[in-house]
C-alpha cells in the first residue's frame, strides 16, 4: 500500500495492491507473473486517480463548469507580404481556444477585410480557426488591418474577444516619381564652386520607413559635356545641384541639360529618370570701355600738337556737354547723358601743329547706352474687363484683358520688355496674367473655371515691371481690372459625384436601391430635374423619372460577366428643364454586390483513368462561382456504391480531391458520385466516369476490351443470369407456340435491354416456349 498526500489539500491519498487476485466466477487463479503485470496496471491506474485528485484540489474554488486558470488565447501580429500569387484562399494562421481539448468550438472574425469593407478580403474557417487570405494586399492601399477573433463553444463556453492585427509587408512596386519634368534651373556665370542653385525631387509611394522608400540621385549624362563633364554634381539624398566646375561663360554655353535618375533601396531599386535644365544667367563682368578716350596724332612725336572738337554737345547744342583737352586730345563729358532725349551724338576732331602741320578732320559717334530709368506705364487706366469681353463662368482659358503698356527704354533690350503681376482680387487663383507678344502687353486669362452662383465680379489689381529691375527709384505702375461673370445652364451635379454602396446580390426584384439625386447649380433659375438611366449594361434597374429612386428591375448576380471584381457600374442622368439648351448631369453608381450562396461547387474533371492496383489518387479540381466566404474549403463525401469500393478526402489546403480505390475492382467504366460542400455546406452531386483497367501503379494500360460499357466481370454476370433464367424456364416454362420464322435480337430503349420478336430471321424451327422473365413479342 503506498500512502501521499495531496500538495494542495493535504488529503491522505492510499493505493492498495492484493497479493493475489482471482475470479471466483471462473475459479481462474492468476500466476505469480500474471499477479505482477496486474498490480503494475493497478498502479498506473492509481497514480493517475492521484494526480486527477491533485489537479482537483488546486481548482476546488472553480465552478463544476469549464474553467481555466493563467490560459489565454493571445496571438501576436503577423505579417503578409503585398502583390503575393497565391494560390488562394491562402492560409496567414490559426487560431486555437484551450477549451478545444474539452468541447467543440466554433471560431469566426469580424473587423475591416472580414465583414466590414473590403468584406471577404479574409476569411475563417469556423471549425479549424484557420484564417486565410483570398487575393492579393496592397500595401499601399492599406498598411494593416484589424481583426477581432471571436471563439464559442456548447452550453455557452466563450473565449474573449482576441485582436488580431495583420501588417502588409512593402514590396518594391513602385518607381520614383520626379514632382517635375523638366526641372528648371539658373546659375550664374561668375558661380563659385560648391554654389547650389536649384533642387530636384522624386516622390515613392513605397513605405518611406523602409529601403523601397529610400530615394537617391545621381546625374547620368551632361549636355554639352563642355568645357568639362563634370560642371555639376548632384547630393544624392536631397537633390540638391551644385557647381563643381570652372569656366562657366554663358558668351559660349548658355544652357545645359542634365539627365538625372533617381532609385530607392538607397540607389539599388526601380529607377526612374527626369532632366533638369539649367540656364546660365550673364553675370555683369566685363565693364563698358571706350575704345578710344584719347585723340592723338602720330605728328605729336615730330610736334606740339593741338586737339578740338566740333559737333552736336561740343559747340553745337547742348552746348558744353563733350568737351576737348587740347594739349592731351582727352574728351571728357560734362553731365549726364539721357538716352531718352538723344541716342548717340556725332563730333568732329582736329588736330593742328605748328609750321602749319594738320590732320585730316576725324568723325567721333558717342552712342549712350540704355539704363532701366523709366518705368512702363499702361495707356488705359482703369481697365473694365467687361468691356474687353464677356467671360463665360466654367471656362478655361478665356480671355480676361488685355493691357497695353509704353516704355521709354530702348525697344528690345530687358530695361523695355515687361512682365507683370495680380497683386490683389485673386484669392482663388483663378486668374493669371502672362506677357503678349509684342512685349507691351499682359494678357489676363481664366485658369480656374468661374462660378457665377458664387462670385458675379472680380475686381483685380495688376502691375507692371520691367525685366531688368529700376535705376533708382521709380513708383511701379498699376491697372484695375473688372472682370464680370457671365451666367450660363450648368449641368446638375449629382451628390457625390460617384457612389458607391453595398448590397447583396439576391435583393428581391422591384426593391429599392438607393435615391440616388442630383441638385441644379444654377440657384437663380428656377428648373425642374428629371432622372434616367444612361448606362446600364445588364439591364438591371430602374428609376424613377421625377424622384431619382433606384430600383431592381431584373435579379441582380455577382456571377454576371458585368461585374468586376464583385462592382457593378451604372450611369445614371439628371436633366434641367431649360428652354434653350437643357443640360445634363451625370452620376456614377458603383455596387458592390456582396456574394450569396446561389452557387454550389462543382467538380471540373468529369473523366479520370487510373490502374485496378497500387493506383495513384486522382487529383480533381473544384471550381465555385461564389466568392469568399461562400466558396472554399470544400469538403466531399461518398454515398452508396460508391462508397463501397472508393474513398474521398480534400487535399491539406482543401481545394482539391484526392479520389483514391478502397478496393480491387474489375477492369471496366464506373460511375463515381461525390457530394461537394462549400464552407456554407451547400452542395452539389457530381458524377465522374471513371475507366479501371488491369494495371498497376503509374503504368496505365488496358489490356482488356470493354463490352458495352461494362466491365469483363458484369458482363460475364449477365450472361450468367440469362443462363439460369433459360435453366429455370426448361422446367418451369409456359408452353405457347411462336411463329416459325419468329427472330429474337437486343433492342437499347432507356438504359435497359428488351427482347423483341424480328420476322427477318428464324429464331429456331420449332414451337418455342415462352420463357419466364423473358420479353418475346410476336408479329
Given amino acids: 500500500m503506498i500512502k501521499?498526500?495531496?500538495?494542495?489539500?493535504?488529503?491522505?491519498?492510499?493505493?492498495?495492491?492484493?497479493?493475489?487476485?482471482?475470479?471466483?466466477?471462473?475459479?481462474?487463479?492468476?500466476?505469480?507473473?500474471?499477479?505482477?503485470?496486474?498490480?503494475?496496471?493497478?498502479?498506473?491506474?492509481?497514480?493517475?486517480?492521484?494526480?486527477?485528485?491533485?489537479?482537483?484540489?488546486?481548482?476546488?474554488?472553480?465552478?463544476?463548469?469549464?474553467?481555466?486558470?493563467?490560459?489565454?488565447?493571445?496571438?501576436?501580429?503577423?505579417?503578409?507580404?503585398?502583390?503575393?500569387?497565391?494560390?488562394?484562399?491562402?492560409?496567414?494562421?490559426?487560431?486555437?481556444?484551450?477549451?478545444?481539448?474539452?468541447t467543440t468550438m466554433t471560431y469566426s472574425i469580424t473587423g475591416e477585410g472580414a465583414d466590414l469593407p473590403p468584406k471577404g478580403l479574409f476569411i475563417c474557417d469556423k471549425f479549424t480557426g484557420t484564417i486565410s487570405v483570398t487575393q492579393p494586399l496592397d500595401r499601399e492601399t492599406k498598411a494593416s488591418y484589424n481583426l477581432t477573433a471571436y471563439a464559442i463553444g456548447e452550453g455557452g463556453i466563450k473565449e474573449k474577444p482576441m485582436e488580431i492585427i495583420i501588417y502588409v509587408i512593402d514590396q518594391n512596386d513602385n518607381k520614383p516619381v520626379f514632382t517635375e519634368n523638366p526641372f528648371n534651373g539658373q546659375v550664374p556665370d561668375a558661380a563659385s564652386k560648391d554654389y547650389e542653385f536649384m533642387t530636384v525631387t522624386a516622390t515613392d509611394a513605397d513605405d518611406p520607413n523602409t529601403d523601397n522608400g529610400?530615394?537617391?540621385?545621381?546625374?547620368?549624362?551632361?549636355?554639352?559635356?563642355?568645357?568639362?563633364?563634370?560642371?555639376?554634381?548632384?547630393?544624392?539624398?536631397?537633390?540638391?545641384?551644385?557647381?563643381?566646375g570652372t569656366g562657366l561663360d554663358r558668351e559660349k554655353f548658355f544652357i545645359y541639360s542634365l539627365l538625372i535618375q533617381a532609385a530607392y533601396m538607397r540607389g539599388e531599386g526601380l529607377t526612374s529618370?527626369?532632366?533638369?535644365?539649367?540656364?546660365?544667367?550673364?553675370?555683369?563682368?566685363?565693364?563698358?570701355?571706350?575704345?578710344?578716350?584719347?585723340?592723338?596724332?602720330?605728328?605729336?612725336?615730330?610736334?606740339?600738337?593741338?586737339?578740338?572738337?566740333?559737333?552736336?554737345?561740343?559747340?553745337?547744342?547742348?552746348?558744353?556737354?563733350?568737351?576737348?583737352?587740347?594739349?592731351?586730345?582727352?574728351?571728357?563729358v560734362t553731365q549726364p547723358l539721357d538716352r531718352e532725349t538723344k541716342a548717340f551724338y556725332t563730333l568732329t576732331?582736329?588736330?593742328?601743329?605748328?609750321?602749319?602741320?594738320?590732320?585730316?578732320?576725324?568723325?567721333?559717334?558717342?552712342?549712350?547706352?540704355?539704363?532701366?530709368?523709366?518705368?512702363?506705364?499702361?495707356?488705359?487706366?482703369?481697365?473694365?474687363?467687361?468691356?474687353?469681353?464677356?467671360?463665360?463662368?466654367?471656362q478655361i482659358g478665356a480671355v480676361v484683358a488685355k493691357l497695353t503698356v509704353t516704355d521709354g527704354d530702348e525697344p528690345g533690350s530687358p530695361a523695355w520688355s515687361t512682365k507683370y503681376k495680380i497683386i490683389n482680387g485673386d484669392k482663388g487663383g483663378f486668374f493669371n496674367v502672362s506677357t503678349g507678344p509684342s512685349q507691351l502687353e499682359g494678357i489676363i486669362t481664366t485658369v480656374k473655371p468661374l462660378d457665377y452662383e458664387k462670385t458675379k465680379q472680380y475686381i483685380l489689381s495688376v502691375i507692371v515691371e520691367n525685366e531688368d529691375p529700376f535705376v533708382g527709384s521709380l513708383p511701379t505702375s498699376t491697372a484695375t481690372v473688372t472682370v464680370n461673370v457671365e451666367d450660363v445652364n450648368e449641368p446638375p451635379e449629382f451628390k457625390p459625384k460617384e457612389n458607391v454602396i453595398y448590397k447583396p446580390e439576391d435583393l428581391a426584384v422591384d426593391s429599392e436601391l438607393i435615391t440616388y439625386t442630383a441638385v441644379d447649380p444654377d440657384t437663380a433659375r428656377s428648373q425642374k430635374l428629371t432622372y434616367r438611366i444612361g448606362y446600364d449594361p445588364a439591364g438591371w434597374f430602374n428609376i424613377v423619372k421625377e424622384t431619382g429612386v433606384i430600383k431592381v428591375k431584373k435579379q441582380m448576380d455577382r456571377e454576371s460577366g458585368m461585374v468586376i471584381d464583385g462592382k457593378y457600374k451604372a450611369l445614371f442622368l439628371a436633366v434641367d428643364d431649360d428652354e434653350k439648351a437643357p443640360a445634363t448631369?451625370?452620376?456614377?453608381?458603383?455596387?458592390?454586390?456582396?456574394?450569396?450562396?446561389?452557387?454550389?461547387?462543382?467538380?471540373?474533371?468529369?473523366?479520370?483513368?487510373?490502374?485496378?492496383?497500387?493506383?495513384?489518387?486522382?487529383?480533381?479540381?473544384?471550381?465555385?462561382?461564389?466568392?469568399?466566404?461562400?466558396?472554399?474549403?470544400?469538403?466531399?463525401?461518398?454515398?452508396?456504391?460508391?462508397?463501397?469500393?472508393?474513398?474521398?478526402?480534400?487535399?491539406?489546403?482543401?481545394?482539391?480531391?484526392?479520389?483514391?480505390?478502397?478496393?480491387?475492382?474489375?477492369?471496366?467504366?464506373?460511375?463515381?458520385?461525390?457530394?461537394?460542400?462549400?464552407?456554407?455546406?451547400?452542395?452539389?452531386?457530381?458524377?465522374?466516369?471513371?475507366?479501371?483497367?488491369?494495371?498497376?501503379g503509374e503504368d496505365f494500360r488496358c489490356t482488356e476490351r470493354l463490352a458495352a460499357g461494362l466491365p469483363l466481370s458484369g458482363v460475364l454476370r449477365i450472361l450468367g443470369g440469362i443462363l439460369v433464367l433459360l435453366s429455370e424456364s426448361i422446367f418451369q416454362a409456359e408452353v405457347s407456340p411462336l411463329q416459325w420464322n419468329a427472330v429474337m435480337r437486343s433492342v437499347r430503349r432507356q438504359g435497359s435491354g428488351t427482347l423483341l420478336q424480328h420476322n427477318d430471321t428464324p429464331l429456331f424451327p420449332s414451337t418455342c416456349l415462352?420463357?419466364?422473365?423473358l420479353f418475346i413479342d410476336k408479329d
Fill in 585 to 696: 448631369g451625370t452620376g456614377t453608381l458603383i455596387i458592390h454586390l456582396e456574394d450569396v450562396n446561389d452557387n454550389p461547387p462543382s467538380i471540373t474533371e468529369r473523366e479520370i483513368k487510373m490502374c485496378n492496383s497500387e493506383a495513384l489518387p486522382a487529383i480533381l479540381s473544384i471550381t465555385d462561382k461564389d466568392g469568399p466566404p461562400h466558396a472554399g474549403p470544400f469538403r466531399v463525401d461518398t454515398h452508396g456504391e460508391t462508397q463501397k469500393n472508393w474513398t474521398a478526402r480534400m487535399n491539406e489546403e482543401s481545394t482539391k480531391i484526392e479520389l483514391m480505390l478502397r478496393n480491387t475492382l474489375e477492369p471496366g467504366i464506373y460511375n463515381v458520385i461525390l457530394r461537394v460542400f462549400d464552407q456554407g455546406d451547400r452542395y452539389q452531386d457530381n458524377t465522374i466516369k471513371a475507366t479501371v483497367c488491369d494495371c498497376k
Fill in 770 to 773: 415462352s420463357l419466364k422473365n
Fill in 349 to 394: 576732331a582736329y588736330a593742328i601743329g605748328e609750321g602749319g602741320i594738320k590732320e585730316k578732320p576725324m568723325e567721333i559717334i558717342i552712342y549712350v547706352i540704355d539704363q532701366n530709368d523709366n518705368k512702363p506705364v499702361f495707356t488705359e487706366n482703369p481697365f473694365n474687363g467687361q468691356h474687353e469681353a464677356s467671360v463665360p463662368e466654367n
Fill in 273 to 332: 529618370t527626369g532632366t533638369a535644365v539649367i540656364t546660365v544667367t550673364d553675370s555683369n563682368d566685363n565693364a563698358p570701355q571706350f575704345e578710344q578716350t584719347t585723340i592723338k596724332s602720330d605728328f605729336a612725336s615730330e610736334t606740339t600738337m593741338m586737339y578740338s572738337i566740333t559737333g552736336e554737345g561740343a559747340d553745337l547744342p547742348p552746348k558744353g556737354l563733350f568737351i576737348c583737352d587740347k594739349f592731351s586730345g582727352t574728351i571728357s
Fill in 4 to 102: 501521499t498526500r495531496c500538495a494542495c489539500c493535504k488529503n491522505l491519498l492510499e493505493c492498495k495492491f492484493p497479493a493475489q487476485t482471482s475470479f471466483s466466477s471462473t475459479r481462474l487463479t492468476l500466476t505469480e507473473k500474471t499477479q505482477r503485470l496486474l498490480m503494475e496496471a493497478m498502479l498506473t491506474v492509481r497514480l493517475g486517480l492521484f494526480l486527477f485528485q491533485a489537479l482537483s484540489c488546486g481548482f476546488a474554488e472553480e465552478s463544476a463548469g469549464l474553467k481555466r486558470a493563467k490560459r489565454g488565447w493571445v496571438i501576436p501580429p503577423f505579417n503578409e507580404p503585398e502583390n503575393s500569387r497565391g494560390p488562394f484562399p491562402r492560409t496567414l494562421s490559426k487560431i486555437k481556444s484551450d477549451f478545444a481539448s474539452e
Fill in 214 to 244: 529610400d530615394v537617391r540621385y545621381k546625374i547620368i549624362s551632361q549636355d554639352p559635356p563642355l568645357p568639362s563633364p563634370d560642371m555639376f554634381d548632384i547630393n544624392t539624398i536631397t537633390g540638391g545641384i551644385r557647381v563643381i
